[in-house]
């Protein structure tokens, strides 16, 4: 069990590119530096955990997919060419393990709803991380809770884990047109929540 800090989860990376640095503390990892590898786990452990505490909303359940998402990629860690892919791989397998964990239900697509028809920007890249107030960060991760559970998964692993969509098909066995619906459908009201926040606090 990995004990961690979960006050930050917003699931932003760091991610650093370490290919044919034979010195770097990621390739003395793969070479199998007990201190290496700890300190690659040091980087990138608040990360995988705050965004399992996102998935599962358990801080035992978060602690011990932790674990497990370290345990299975550090099994090939000597195959990852660079940190980033490392961490790419790191956040699917948190994914795997919390969809495997605590599964979403079906949901079918609306017969009225077109993705194509929202043309505003993403909130997640209107408003940078560093500049969200804490007010601000506390309505959205309730937001983001009240959310249905298919388009709460589809929101934290397009926007927070960073899959592709394909990625995201593979691993939750939906069809790439209820993901897209679904994601589109979460941030207009991630977009509503941020909207009435600004609303209440410009009274």
């Given at each position: 069990?990995?004990?961690?800090?979960?006050?930050?989860c917003?699931?932003?990376?760091d991610?650093?590119?370490?290919?044919?640095?034979?010195f770097?503390?990621?390739?003395?990892?793969?070479?199998g530096d007990?201190?290496a590898?700890?300190?690659?786990?040091?980087?990138?452990?608040?990360?995988?955990?705050?965004?399992?505490?996102?998935?599962?909303?358990?801080?035992?359940a978060?602690?011990?997919?932790?674990?497990?998402s370290?345990?299975?990629t550090?099994?090939?860690?000597?195959?990852?060419?660079?940190?980033?892919?490392?961490?790419?791989?790191?956040?699917?397998?948190?994914?795997?393990?919390?969809?495997?964990?605590?599964?979403?239900?079906?949901?079918?697509?609306?017969?009225?709803?077109?993705?194509?028809e929202?043309?505003?920007s993403?909130?997640?890249?209107?408003?940078?991380?560093?500049?969200?107030?804490?007010?601000?960060?506390?309505?959205?991760?309730?937001?983001?809770?009240?959310?249905?559970?298919?388009?709460?998964?589809?929101?934290?692993?397009?926007d927070v884990?960073?899959?592709?969509?394909?990625e995201?098909?593979?691993?939750?066995?939906?069809?790439?047109?209820?993901?897209?619906?679904c994601?589109?459908?979460a941030?207009?009201?991630?977009h509503?929540?941020?909207d009435?926040?600004?609303?209440?606090?410009?009274?």
């Amino acid at each position: 069990m990995y004990e961690t800090n979960s006050e930050d989860c917003s699931g932003a990376r760091d991610h650093q590119s370490v290919v044919g640095d034979p010195f770097s503390s990621f390739s003395r990892a793969q070479g199998g530096d007990a201190s290496a590898i700890e300190e690659l786990v040091e980087r990138h452990r608040d990360d995988v955990y705050g965004f399992l505490l996102q998935m599962t909303r358990s801080e035992v359940a978060a602690s011990e997919l932790t674990g497990q998402s370290f345990l299975s990629t550090h099994r090939r860690l000597k195959d990852f060419r660079s940190e980033a892919e490392y961490a790419a791989w790191l956040h699917r397998a948190a994914a795997e393990w919390a969809l495997r964990t605590c599964p979403g239900g079906n949901f079918e697509l609306p017969d009225h709803t077109n993705p194509a028809e929202y043309s505003r920007s993403d909130w997640s890249q209107s408003a940078p991380e560093t500049a969200l107030s804490d007010e601000l960060r506390q309505a959205i991760e309730e937001a983001t809770n009240r959310l249905p559970p298919a388009q709460r998964e589809t929101f934290l692993l397009k926007d927070v884990a960073d899959l592709s969509y394909e990625e995201i098909a593979e691993i939750t066995h939906r069809p790439l047109r209820v993901i897209k619906s679904c994601l589109h459908q979460a941030r207009l009201r991630l977009h509503q929540a941020i909207d009435r926040f600004y609303s209440a606090n410009d009274r």
